[in-house]
């Protein structure tokens, strides 16, 4: 059971780039993943809990003269500032008060104003989701954890490239630093 008035659902980069059959690090288990994302944004927009969105871009020239950091020599230039491929992909209920996060790293909290937002709203506990499970879901969760937020997977509402990378995420995420859940275990009451 999760209070609405102190849980946000944080949903990680549902985009073009990595969940279209045309993005350049599409995966097929990222486009499976956007029914059941859908389904959980829908269900905190109902209880009123507060959704966040995450989207990954990348200035072009972001990693030029980095002394190791670089996402374009690992994955390939993605996600592009101002690109189809960084837009949030359809199929989305994106409501004018759900929040928006540009992030650059694979850490929503790494430079954003993420955790200045989930404070300001009293937010304690995050239903997180979305994809990659082992990359930027992970690493956001984590972060949250470190925090002092309560980090929750949802694990049937996730996307990346093998389900080893998955099962690691989850196994990870909940054996160090955080919970895991399903969609079916999430039910939203206010504690007042």
């Known amino acids: 059971m ?9 949903v990680i980069d549902m985009q073009n ?20 994302v859908s389904t959980l944004v829908d269900r905190a927009h109902e209880a009123g809990a507060p959704v966040v ?21 690992r994955w390939g ?9 960084a837009e949030l992909v359809d199929g989305f209920d994106v409501h004018a008060d759900d929040h928006v996060v540009l992030k650059h790293t694979y850490d929503a ?12 709203h009293g937010i304690d506990d995050l239903l997180i989701c979305g994809t990659l499970a082992n990359v930027c879901v992970l690493h956001t969760a984590a972060s949250a954890g470190l925090r002092d937020y309560r980090p929750v997977i949802v694990t049937d509402a996730l996307g ?29 009451e206010s504690d007042a």
Do not use: M
């Open 53 to 73: 969105f995450t989207r990954d871009v990348h200035p072009p020239e972001q990693f030029e003269g980095n002394h190791y950091y670089d996402e374009f020599e």
């Open 160 to 188: 990346y490239i093998t389900a080893d990378h998955k099962s690691y995420a989850i196994d990870h995420a909940d054996w160090l630093f955080g919970e895991t859940t399903t969609l079916e275990a999430i039910s939203f």
């Open 17 to 36: 780039g990595f969940c279209h059959p045309d993005g350049s690090l599409h995966a097929d288990p990222s486009e499976a993943a956007i029914g059941p």
């Open 109 to 120: 909290f790494h430079r954003t104003e993420l955790e200045g937002y989930l404070d300001a």
């Open 2 to 10: 999760y209070d609405p008035t102190r849980t946000a659902v944080v």
């Open 77 to 85: 230039e993605h996600v592009i500032e101002g690109s189809w491929e």
